[in-house]
């Protein structure tokens, strides 16, 4: 069973940067392509970034792209999201979530098996 721990979540003023990090235990990171989603207070959650089992591949939601950065390192079973000149519309709670293994990263939540508990990000005004 895999499990996903979010973190590095806070508080931060509008222009600030954070690094959100994902640790995958219970399986084999780098058998699995993984995203990023997130969901606003009232809304539904979205798609946010993927990135493919070797990290070559990423795709972004066209709100955030120039703005996150997706990343992994499966020598550790880690994965980032830089998120840079942060905007009060970016408040979430930020989730990852891991694809079943030998398959490519995907936009649409229910193509993802496993999640993480998420980590809440607040950017204030």
């Known amino acids: 069973q895999v499990q996903l721990v979010e973190s590095g979540g806070g508080l931060v003023q509008a222009g600030g940067s954070l690094r959100l990090s994902c640790a995958a235990s219970?399986?084999?990171?780098?058998?699995?392509?993984m995203g990023w989603f997130r969901q606003a207070p009232g809304k539904e959650r979205e798609f946010v970034a993927t990135?493919?089992?070797?990290?070559?591949?990423?795709r972004y939601a066209d709100s955030v792209k120039g703005r996150f950065t997706i990343s992994r390192d499966n020598a550790k079973n880690t994965m980032y999201l830089q998120i840079d000149s942060l905007k009060p519309e970016d408040t979430a709670v930020y989730s990852c979530a891991a694809r079943r293994p030998y398959t490519g990263g995907a936009t649409s939540q229910s193509e993802y098996e496993y999640w993480g508990q998420g980590t809440q990000v607040t950017v204030s005004s």
């Open positions: 219970g399986g084999t990171f780098s058998n699995s392509a």
């Open positions: 990135i493919s089992r070797s990290g070559s591949t990423t």
